[in-house]
């Protein structure tokens, strides 16, 4: 039966890469189409009527909306190397982590890089420092979020492994996760983006930084 | 064996959040403790379950704390397989599911808080967006049924009649507070009225609302508190 898997995406969101990131390490055939938002494309608006945003997963013909929707239904479809524990009270806390850093992290990292002016980034880099904290804790005596392998949360994370790099970078911001402050976060930062199925899904480096310096600007010129 | 399968919520009761877990634990026959929390005082144990958030509702069980509402009911789901599965089998289903129960939880619910919490212009334009987001719900609640709702029951309840329930169930105290109707079963909500009165029949959601003037008075409470910090 030949299966037919697309993902509607864009190269530099982290939302889109997370579920590229899931089907790689599951060894998943998809076919990728890029989206240009300025210029929605009258699939994306076919298949994501509600939202009209990307990642949009669709399998066999059936959309899929909301990337850490899409990454439960690509666990439960596809059965090898799973994503997800077995543990009903460990895949609440995968899922609590996921949203926490999807509500509260994203927010800080995009106003500690980007916020209006110098006192709001500090205010938004504090915040930020208390958040990651968190993550640092969870993180005791594991190698992944997921434990021995990458899991669901190591995928969520992907903002915090390897755009927040990119973000600093962009805008000059100083260092908001530095080996210091954060020694387990950024040793996992590290393993993180030498899994190859992350590797593979990452946006090229030089082109992401270029862009978004571009698209925000370097406002933080004191180190 | 006392300590086995120990569950107990702690919560608020006007909060439609905590309402959901207490539907679900109720919903599945799980017989547990209830912590009203004041929030203006928060207890030690409920800063101890929940460091990050510091809110209700928190699910303990056997004396490890769960937090955030949706996550609490899938937990629910997951460990206690009696009674009705919150969520089907299909994965594809459980995909359209959970993508509604967000919808409901962000596009609606926060934004029928900030009716609440708001008045004049700011409160016009949200009235108008959530009516816009009650128009795509329905749709969705079409697409997920193509071929027709079935006949609510309590074997048959699952995660988004929660979530229809705590968010609507007490819409005549919303609309007695506003002075407006939120949920319009004429206009554009036909599919989602009719399943909220059902639901509303049902014995296990009859005994867990609190009464309507209980709800009207910690609605206008809320109001007026927001309303207060908000004028210069």
Not at chain 2, 12 to 27: C, E, H, I, Q
Not at chain 2, 93 to 103: G, L, P, T, V
Not at chain 2, 111 to 120: A, C, H, P, Q, S
Request: glycine share 6%; charged share 30%; hydrophobic share 40%.
């Amino acid at each position: 039966m030949a299966e037919e898997v697309l993902v509607f995406g864009t190269w530099s969101s982290p939302y889109g890469r997370r579920v590229e990131m899931a089907l790689k390490l599951k060894g998943i055939e998809y076919k990728y189409i890029e989206e240009d938002l300025t210029n929605k494309s009258p699939s994306l608006l076919k298949y994501n009527p509600v939202h009209k945003k990307i990642p949009v997963l669709v399998h066999n013909g059936k959309p899929v909306a909301e990337s850490l929707v899409i990454l439960e239904y690509i666990d439960e479809t596809w059965k090898n190397h799973p994503i997800f524990p077995k543990d009903p009270y460990e895949r609440a806390n995968a899922r609590f982590w996921a949203k926490f850093i999807d509500e509260k992290c994203l927010p800080a990292i995009r106003k500690a890089c980007w916020g209006e002016d110098q006192k709001e980034r500090e205010k938004a880099a504090e915040e930020l420092s208390k958040l990651l904290q968190f993550l640092e804790n969870e993180l005791e005596g594991k190698r992944y979020f997921g434990g021995g392998t990458i899991g669901l949360l190591d995928i969520a994370a992907n903002m915090i492994g390897y755009w927040l790099g990119v973000f600093e970078e962009a805008s000059g911001a100083s260092e908001l996760l530095t080996r210091e402050k954060f020694p387990k976060l950024f040793n996992w930062a590290n393993e993180f983006v030498s899994v190859s199925a992350i590797k593979e899904s990452l946006p090229p480096r030089d082109k992401h930084v270029a862009f978004m310096r571009k698209r925000f600007g370097m406002v933080n010129t004191s180190k | 064996m006392a300590e086995e399968n120990k569950v107990s919520l702690h919560g608020f009761f006007a909060s439609p959040y905590v309402r959901r877990v207490d539907l679900a634990l109720k919903f599945k026959g799980i017989p547990y403790e209830y912590v009203e929390e004041d929030l203006k005082n928060k207890s030690s144990l409920l800063l101890k379950y929940n460091p990050v958030h510091k809110k209700v509702p928190v699910l303990v069980h056997n004396g490890k704390p769960i937090v955030e509402s949706l996550v609490i009911l899938e937990y629910i789901d997951e460990t206690w397989k009696n009674g009705p599965r919150f969520l089907p089998e299909d994965p594809y289903k459980r995909a359209q599911i959970r993508f509604w129960a967000s919808f409901v939880h962000q596009q609606v619910f926060e934004n029928m808080v900030l009716i609440l919490k708001t008045d004049g212009e700011a409160q016009e334009k949200t009235v108008k967006e959530v009516s816009e987001k009650l128009s795509l719900l329905e749709e969705g609640i079409k697409s997920i049924f193509p071929e027709g709702i079935p006949i609510i029951n309590q074997e048959n309840v699952g995660l988004l009649d929660i979530l229809i329930v705590s968010t609507f169930g007490s819409y005549k105290a919303q609309e007695e507070v506003l002075g407006l109707k939120l949920i319009d079963p004429e206009k554009t909500s036909p599919l989602l009225f009719s399943r909220l009165k059902a639901l509303l029949e049902l014995h296990v959601v009859k005994g867990a609302l609190p009464p309507h003037e209980k709800v009207v008075g910690a609605l206008k409470f809320m109001r007026q508190n927001a309303l207060n910090s908000a004028s210069v």
